[in-house]
């Protein structure tokens, strides 16, 4: 399965990959105890994963002191070498005492681009490829219904094709005032879209860095900041004149796990009133 999932990348894409999504499915499914063993200790590693998919994290993540990657085949050459051995036996692997807690992860998980990758197990593999056929024409139908209807009406038309929203707060009391900067966490790039669903009107969004495809799609105006403090300051604050809102997400990078990024303070200084909003998204491949 891991043939068939990266077969054809190039090798930079491959070590792209292999230090922004793999990381996370490999400390999902780590071993306690084998970490225990490998914490800062030199080390050679034996897998049947290609090297390129492996050594970017043992070598950042598991052994700070370094790491030696060879294939599997040698396996038995490299035993009778060994002062030490450790064998992990299947019926241990699969108890839910030697998962890794979150909170022992040799290297904290703050950045990555795993958020819709998973394991590709035979079952999961064949899931994802029965889902395709469904998944693209259901994505292209929710994309046209948040541009084309009213936010009133495909808040119920996401219902029916499986979307969960939920409001805390009088969200639309909020969407009724002017000069409001809504503060965003930049936790997926859905956000300033649920904030417009829950404030029921469409609110401007600045960004940082924000591909040419997603500004198209995306059902609110996007204006990209400069980095430049007076021309920033300015444009916002005409943002606000006009618009009468304006969201903004000052982290300026997407972080999928629960931890707050340095930011700037600018939206601090464009608006008398700030408003906070969490988001909470759960969302997956298959859903």
């Known amino acids: 399965m891991a043939f068939v999932t990266f077969c054809g990348l190039r090798t930079g894409d491959l070590r792209l990959i292999a230090r922004t999504v793999l990381p996370k499915i490999f400390l999902e499914n ?7 063993v490998l914490k800062g200790r030199r080390a050679v590693v034996l897998t049947t994963l290609p090297r390129l998919m492996v050594e970017g994290f043992m070598k950042e993540d598991m052994v700070k002191a370094g790491a030696a990657i060879v294939n599997l085949s040698n396996v038995h050459h490299h035993q009778l ?17 030697s998962k890794m807690p979150r909170n022992k992860y ?13 394991l590709p197990t035979p079952c999961e ?21 948040g541009i ?21 707060g009088d969200g639309k009391a909020n969407g009724e005032k002017k000069g409001v900067v809504y503060v965003c966490t930049h936790r997926t790039l859905l ?3 649920m904030l417009c669903s829950a404030l029921e009107r469409t609110v401007p969004a600045v960004t940082y860095s924000l591909s040419r495809v997603s500004e198209a799609l995306a059902p609110m105006r996007t204006v990209r900041l400069t980095r430049d403090r007076g021309r920033d300051t300015a444009m916002m604050r005409r943002l606000l004149a006009v618009e ?10 997407t ?25 909470d998204a759960r969302v997956g491949m298959l859903v």
């Open 30 to 36: 780590l071993h306690l105890h084998a970490c225990k």
């Open 81 to 97: 070498s060994a002062k030490e051995i450790y064998v992990v036996r299947e019926e241990e692997s699969r108890s839910e005492s």
């Open 106 to 118: 040799p290297k904290p998980l703050v950045f990555h681009d795993g958020r819709l990758a998973f």
């Open 125 to 145: 593999m064949m899931a994802f490829f029965m889902w395709i056929p469904v998944a693209i024409p259901l994505a292209v139908f929710r994309i046209a219904m």
């Open 148 to 168: 084309v209807f009213p936010y009133k009406i495909s808040i119920f038309i996401a219902a029916v094709t499986g979307i969960r929203f939920r409001r805390a």
């Open 191 to 193: 956000d300033t879209v």
């Open 244 to 253: 009468g809102g304006l969201a903004v997400c000052p982290e300026g990078t």
């Open 255 to 279: 972080c999928r796990e629960p931890y707050l990024l340095r930011f700037s303070p600018l939206f601090a200084e464009v608006a008398e009133e700030v408003v906070p909003v969490a988001l």
